[in-house]
């Protein structure tokens, strides 16, 4: 079975231009995570979706982050204008269920984003 | 707000040595995990463990909610066990995680 997968895996950016990442998540799950990941910090949760409908995106910069989760499968993440305190490593994650207790969420390999 | 704060913040062991990783939370807790994250930054999931003790391999952990602490156990450790570990929480009625910043441990051959 096909692990979640990520891309690109390596972005290299000038501040204030735009950066997309996309993440398809295990088939069959209906929750997707996007998480962002500081050097030397845990991840934090940025947006939290159960099947297309955003169901938690408190902690997303919504002035320059957006998301979408189309279908319910397959989902996007994009920052625009990118500024140098966004290059961190963006990770998603993807869980059967809701993703309350019990309910394992499994990781992509994650994006490193560098804005320069 | 939440806190979740794990110790030793590094940790550096000999193959084959055991260690006792420590995860301290503020809140009371119906969702506590441990992830392993390798050095080329894969996240796994070790153990979902609100409260009592589990097993798995040379890995072991132990919940005490009324206390509000975890513990990971990982014993006769191997080169590949190197990386962070994280705990995270999630409090009633959140599907959120939160992380601590995490314990990465070195082992050296």
């Known amino acids: 079975e096909a692990g979640v997968v990520q891309s690109p895996r390596y972005k290299i950016i000038e501040k204030k231009q735009p950066v997309a990442f996309w993440c398809n998540p295990i088939s069959g799950h209906n929750t997707l995570y996007w998480y962002r990941q500081n050097l030397g910090q845990g991840p934090e949760l940025l947006i939290r979706y159960e099947n297309e409908e955003a169901v938690d995106d408190s902690q997303l910069p919504k002035d320059r982050f957006s998301a979408e989760r189309l279908k319910g499968v397959d989902s996007t993440l994009k920052i625009q204008p990118a500024e140098l305190g966004d290059s961190a490593v963006y990770l998603c994650a993807s869980s059967f269920g809701a993703g309350g207790p019990g309910d394992t969420q499994y990781f992509g390999p994650g994006t490193r984003l560098t804005v320069l | 707000g939440i806190q979740v704060e794990q110790s030793p913040p590094d940790l550096i062991l000999q193959e084959g040595a055991n260690s006792t990783l420590r995860c301290n939370f503020s809140?009371?807790?119906?969702?506590l995990q441990w992830f392993h994250q390798n050095p080329w930054g894969q996240l796994i999931n070790l153990f979902y463990i609100p409260s009592g003790t589990k097993q798995n391999g040379r890995l072991s952990a132990t919940t005490v909610a009324t206390e509000r602490y975890s513990l990971l156990y990982i014993s006769s450790s191997q080169t590949t066990d190197s990386g962070v570990y994280f705990c995270a929480r999630g409090g009633a009625g959140s599907y959120q995680l939160t992380f601590g910043k995490g314990t990465k441990l070195s082992v050296i051959p």
């Open positions: 809140d009371s807790v119906n969702n």
